[in-house]
Nanobody, 119 residues
Framework: QVELVESGGGLVQSGGSLKLSCTTS????????MGWYRQAPGKQRDLVAE???????NYADSSKGRFTISVNGAKNTVYLQMNSLKPEDTGVYYC?????????????WGQGTQVNVSS
């Protein structure tokens, strides 16, 4: 079992910045992949950015050049630095952990943190 607790959401004007945090209950480098996903009202949950235990990263096209995902191993925390925010970045941001347990992949989600970007 992995517990994830997100924080850092809020209301920001277009062009502003926010930094989201997700703290895990498990040693973060034992987790294969940590990711951030966004769910806008009435839409599916989409990948924003993810980072592997090796440090490799993957970004959605809409995130490239504006968002940065990073890890602080000492704090078991993954961050999402979001700059140049746009109204279309509005949604609930969820943290996800993916890891192998007993030869099967497991996924765990946080409770989400709301981000609102006003125009």
């Amino acid at each position: 079992q992995v517990e994830l607790v997100e924080s850092g959401g809020g209301l920001v004007q277009s062009g502003g910045s926010l930094k989201l945090s997700c703290t895990t209950s498990r040693y973060i480098f034992s987790i294969n992949t940590m990711g951030w996903y966004r769910q806008a009202p009435g839409k599916q949950r989409d990948l924003v950015a993810e980072i592997g235990s090796s440090g490799s990263t993957n970004y959605a096209d809409s995130s490239k050049g504006r968002f940065t995902i990073s890890v602080n191993g000492a704090k078991n925390t993954v961050y999402l630095q979001m700059n140049s925010l746009k109204p279309e970045d509005t949604g609930v941001y969820y943290c996800k952990a993916r890891l192998a347990i007993l030869s099967s992949w497991r996924e765990y989600w946080g409770q989400g943190t709301q981000v609102n970007v006003s125009s």
